[in-house]
């Protein structure tokens, strides 16, 4: 599947689909395997619950649902080693503003995609049963120790060929003076933040994401909605 971006105008529609999503055609033994091996080589892997998107439909008027079920983490991590179990997860990422700049992110070589490459902060996998608007404020809190200074707004649901994964992405405002923090315990996703003006260039090398959403965030700083 290729990248593809749909501008919102109003918060999507999560449904979801009862049940767990297991993949068909592939072999457990091979899940276990490969995920073993992940594992090992990186101990900060956990098989938790999350949200494997089935499919994205328009509903008009600027809106989309999402039809989702839950799976196992396990499924999707796996993809990373070439083993493709269909699972293409639902997360969350803001175009989070101060003054004129754009939060920005190095990720760390801790984290399954995306090592060492500059992205838009904040990110992450939606959780079941979370608001996305929390969920993306949650994970502000999470990985720069920051607070928005006004509930996020959805404006884009882009899909992301690279990760395997469908993100809804925020606008979210700061607080005048708001600084990131990356040296606190628990903010191990990345190793360097920066303020960003995106009138020039933009730190490198830039994760494919983030090329992905470089439009959407210059457009929300020029004051205009995203166009699809």
Request: proline fraction near 9%; hydrophobic fraction near 45%; charged fraction near 20%.
């Amino acid at each position: 599947m290729d990248a593809r971006t749909i501008q919102l105008r109003r918060p999507p529609v999560l449904v979801r689909v009862e049940g767990r999503f297991v993949p068909p055609g592939v072999e457990l033994a091979e899940v276990d395997r490969r995920w073993n091996a992940l594992c090992a080589a990186n101990p900060r892997y956990f098989d938790g619950s999350m949200l494997q998107v089935l499919g994205v439909s328009r509903n008009g008027h600027g809106g989309v649902q999402i039809h989702v079920q839950e799976c196992s983490y396990r499924f999707y991590a796996v993809q990373k080693t070439g083993l493709d179990c269909g699972v293409r997860p639902i997360g969350v990422k803001a175009v989070t503003i101060a003054g004129g700049r754009v939060l920005m992110g190095r990720r760390s070589t801790t984290v399954a995609f995306y090592p060492g490459l500059w992205e838009f902060v904040p990110g992450g996998g939606l959780e079941p049963g979370v608001d996305p608007a929390q969920q993306i404020a949650r994970e502000l809190h999470e990985e720069a120790h920051l607070a928005p200074s006004a509930p996020a707004v959805a404006v884009a649901l882009l899909f992301d060929p690279h990760a395997f994964t469908w993100e809804i992405v925020h606008r979210m405002e700061l607080a005048a003076g708001a600084v990131p923090d990356a040296g606190r315990d628990g903010g191990w996703e990345y190793d360097e933040f920066r303020m960003v003006g995106l009138e020039g260039p933009v730190p490198e090398p830039l994760a494919p994401v983030a090329q992905q959403m470089l439009p959407i965030a210059r457009r929300l700083l020029a004051g205009a909605q995203p166009r699809q």
